[in-house]
């Protein structure tokens, strides 16, 4: 369900890798040379250096913010994300060269390259993220840290904001870029946005057909794709449930005890055939749950079968329920 975040997962990782691995020496043309597009008007630099990571690690963090941030293209569609990702990387690109600037002004540092990649606007991603993803406590550390479900993604933003020494500029200029776009401001969104026809390509040639109908928006499609397969598993049951129901019926409603607990109903039998068995050897009768025995009824099984199934099964609700499930 999103083409555009699987292109961007997928093939800068590979050239990235390709040109580390194989290609070293053409690692010069993917290089964010700010000195060379200031002086030499090298224009195709900034298209190239700001597009391919060409430090693995950055590829690999780079690629899982990617990959977590594709619930943005499942909530806006992909024209949308796609025209966020424009307006970014324009932006991103100015405002890098105004912190460049600055720094140089103020501090008295000349910056002549910066990290290369696609990383300004994945870090204006983290401005959506942060202002519309709910936030999902998931478990505590030491009882007082709470971990949630954007934990890992500030981990690996955090990650990699550290990982080279001028990348604060492009982290600094993303979050800008991402507010700017987010906010409206200056009707950014309106100039700096994928034409209709681009999207209809892209949408021929990268769109997955699928069958399956859509439910939910962004960040709930998971959550509610997993309350689907659970209602599925209880609409299962529950017909699991009416076709033994079935059964009984036409077996005159009993349930063969003996395919269900044989050495229950024959350790019986053979007491009687070779001895009476004694008081002190009779183990006194499991106490069974009265709520139990309802939910087992309320499932549609009789309070005899369910009295029976919870004694053989020792009071365990679930051994219980897939013995009476299954014969």
Not at 109 to 128: K, M
Request: hydrophobic share 45%; net charge positive; aromatic share 12%.
């Amino acid at each position: 369900k999103a083409p555009l975040s699987k292109s961007l997962l997928l093939v800068p990782s590979a050239i990235s890798i390709l040109l580390t691995l194989l290609f070293q020496h053409y690692q010069k043309f993917f290089a964010y040379n700010l000195q060379a597009i200031k002086e030499d008007f090298q224009i195709w630099r900034l298209v190239c250096g700001r597009a391919i990571c060409l430090d693995l690690k950055d590829t690999f963090c780079s690629s899982l913010l990617i990959y977590n941030f594709r619930i943005f293209e499942r909530r806006y569609g992909s024209r949308k994300f796609s025209s966020f990702l424009l307006g970014a990387w324009m932006l991103s690109a100015l405002f890098d060269h105004l912190l460049v600037e600055i720094t140089q002004y103020i501090f008295g540092i000349t910056i002549n390259s910066l990290p290369s990649g696609f990383l300004g606007p994945v870090f204006a991603l983290f401005v959506p993220f942060y202002s519309s993803i709910p936030r999902v406590q998931v478990t505590q550390v030491l009882g007082h840290f709470s971990i949630t479900n954007k934990t890992l993604v500030y981990i690996l933003g955090l990650q990699l904001l550290t990982s080279g020494s001028y990348i604060w500029i492009l982290a600094l200029s993303g979050l800008v870029s991402g507010i700017c776009y987010n906010s409206n401001i200056l009707k950014v969104h309106r100039i700096l946005c994928v034409p209709s026809w681009v999207a209809k390509i892209f949408s021929w040639t990268l769109a997955e057909p699928t069958n399956e109908v859509r439910v939910g928006m962004g960040a709930t499609v998971d959550i509610q794709r997993q309350q689907r397969m659970e209602l599925l598993d209880r609409q299962i049951m529950m017909s699991q449930v009416a076709q033994m129901r079935r059964q009984r019926q036409q077996q005159g409603g009993m349930i063969n005890w003996n395919r269900l607990f044989p050495p229950l109903r024959h350790r019986h039998n053979a007491n009687y055939q070779d001895h009476r068995p004694s008081e002190q050897d009779t183990p006194p009768p499991t106490e069974v749950s009265e709520e139990q025995v309802a939910r087992l009824m309320e499932m549609g099984f009789s309070r005899g079968d369910a009295l029976e199934a919870l004694r053989a099964s020792n009071n365990d609700l679930n051994v219980a329920t897939n013995f009476l499930l299954q014969h």
